[in-house]
């Protein structure tokens, strides 16, 4: 499993944009399929976007499309979430998690596929 740490949640005005980012190590990253998730107060944990372990095919839950931006530096073990046009309900913790056991360019689309979870950071969007 890989030791994952995020960081770059803070607050922002709704429209307002914001990175997060996640390092990991204890592995291989690269062999990592990678996904960002969130879980807001009081609801379950939701994929937001997720990147294949060559960083070829990206995906997103609708609530991220045309928004949201995942990327990923097999280099320097990173993957990034930038989050464009915040709405107020996009407030939450954000969580990045890695996925074993996928081919290089196959996309994670279940949280039961990930095995390694960050700490998560706040998100919060005021109105």
């Known amino acids: 499993q890989l030791q994952l740490v995020e960081s770059g949640g803070g607050l922002v005005q709704a429209g307002g944009s914001l990175r997060v980012s996640c390092v990991a190590s204890?592995?291989?990253?690269?062999?990592?399929?990678m996904g960002w998730f969130r879980q807001a107060p009081g609801k379950e944990r939701e994929l937001v976007a997720a990147i294949s372990r060559s960083a070829e095919n990206q995906y997103y839950e609708n609530v991220a499309k045309g928004r949201f931006t995942i990327t990923r530096d097999n280099a320097k073990n990173t993957v990034q979430l930038e989050m464009n046009s915040l709405r107020p309900e996009d407030t939450a913790v954000y969580y990045c998690?890695?996925?074993?056991?996928?081919?290089?360019?196959?996309?994670?689309?279940?949280?039961?596929?990930?095995?390694?979870w960050g700490q998560g950071t706040q998100v919060t969007v005021s109105s």
């Open positions: 998690a890695a996925a074993p056991d996928f081919w290089l360019h196959e996309i994670a689309p279940r949280a039961s596929e990930y095995d390694s």
């Open positions: 204890g592995g291989t990253f690269s062999d990592y399929a």
